[in-house]
């Protein structure tokens, strides 16, 4: 049973609105923020966060809420502001109307993009972990190299489905964990064939090196197609120069 929004308290935390209309919002989310209140994190949501900033979501399931990044998962979410515009982006997304496309680094040099299509289900031993499993949920992702370095990948994502942790769970399957992920990632993975001030660099970077960088959808409402785009965090284009750095250094010598 969800549990009514009242039950929450509403919070001054800040969120980063780069669009906003009367039936919707959308925002660029930072790291460290739950998304949805739950065990073990009872407050300091963005929930809470929306409810503060927009009073009448009390009235809303989920205070608007449609889908959800991972805490520490930086990027674009879209927010109802009535019911209306929610029950129509939930399905739109169940119809995979809305388009989220994600930048990530991962482990290792791959040679091509290509299609996961493998499904997702909770992990039966480590219950704070998903696991591909026969009996999970439908979960595709799409994914392309942006950019070559030494030992690592630069992609793009773009899911088709949204599982819990889809793209960490999916590119760990195919052996090429996302950098920073401590769930997925046997973290000596990282530093193989850098060099040591690249190194520093992968050993600071402590959160899945994953943002969500673009979203399309069809306007609830008005039914007009409508596209963001947010730029690449801080600490993701300090680790991306430190990666090409590497990789000239390795091309020089």
Excluded at 22 to 46: A, F, M, Q, Y
Excluded at 229 to 249: H, R, V, W
């Amino acid at each position: 049973m969800i549990e009514k929004n009242n039950s929450w308290e509403p919070q001054n935390i800040p969120l980063n609105v780069i669009y906003e209309d009367k039936e919707i919002l959308v925002i660029n989310k930072t790291r460290g923020l739950v998304v949805h209140p739950g065990s073990g994190n009872r407050d300091k949501t963005i929930l809470n966060a929306l409810l503060y900033h927009y009073p009448d979501l009390v009235n809303v399931p989920r205070a608007g809420i449609v889908h959800r990044l991972d805490k520490d998962t930086t990027g674009l979410m879209v927010v109802a502001k009535t019911f209306l515009a929610q029950t129509q982006l939930i399905k739109s997304l169940q119809l995979r109307e809305i388009t989220r496309e994600y930048e990530a680094i991962v482990v290792f040099r791959m040679t091509t993009g290509g299609v996961i299509d493998k499904p997702i289900a909770r992990d039966p031993i480590k219950r704070t972990c998903m696991a591909i499993h026969p009996m999970g949920k439908h979960a595709i992702t799409h994914y392309r190299i942006i950019e070559h370095f030494r030992d690592h990948t630069h992609l793009r994502v773009r899911l088709e489905t949204g599982r819990t942790h889809q793209i960490r769970v999916h590119m760990a399957h195919i052996h090429h964990p996302l950098i920073g992920d401590s769930l997925y990632n046997k973290r000596s993975c990282s530093f193989k064939g850098v060099s040591d001030a690249c190194f520093k660099i992968i050993d600071k970077f402590d959160r899945p090196a994953l943002h969500a960088t673009m979203l399309r959808l069809y306007h609830p409402i008005s039914g007009i197609q409508m596209k963001w785009n947010a730029t690449l965090p801080n600490d993701m284009i300090e680790l991306i120069s430190a990666l090409k750095a590497d990789f000239q250094l390795h091309k020089n010598n």
